[in-house]
């Protein structure tokens, strides 16, 4: 994954105008939404884009597909090595999952970390962010996941 990502980062360093970053950046995207790129592939153009895309979001739409748009394009540094080797040894043993929360309930106990994010409750109609999933995620969804918390917190879980 770091030779995948430090040549990414070659070849985007050596675009210095913006248009150019930005279009290396979409076709980029193309290419991890439509492209199959295997998973080596696909872990350094997740850090490519956490590092180059608008304010380090990101996000899909209801299709799954990574929608968020191109940063300032200053960011050059995309591979911290040293960083990448102290997270993956971190991470040794440690169960990921994504997807539904309600299918994590098998994995509380005392060594468990649950980390949720769901849609935020929008300030106002016209800026709702709460749809970009197939299903909605609304009022009564974010009580039930309160509920479901409050349960991992009974259960010993953080």
Known sequence: ???VLARIQEEYIALEEHARRKAYFMEKRTY???????????AAL????MRTCYNGIYSVNRKGKL???FGF??????LEEELIRFNHKLLQDVIILDGDYRQTGKYIGTKSLFYFDPPYKPVNESNACTSYMPQDFGDEEQVAL?????EIDEAGGK
């Open 1 to 3: 994954m770091i030779g």
């Open 32 to 42: 991890y939404n439509e492209g199959n790129p295997d998973n080596i592939t696909r």
């Open 46 to 49: 997740f850090i490519f884009f």
């Open 67 to 69: 929608s968020v748009t």
């Open 73 to 78: 394009g200053g960011r050059v540094k995309l």
């Open 146 to 150: 309160a509920d479901f918390c409050k």
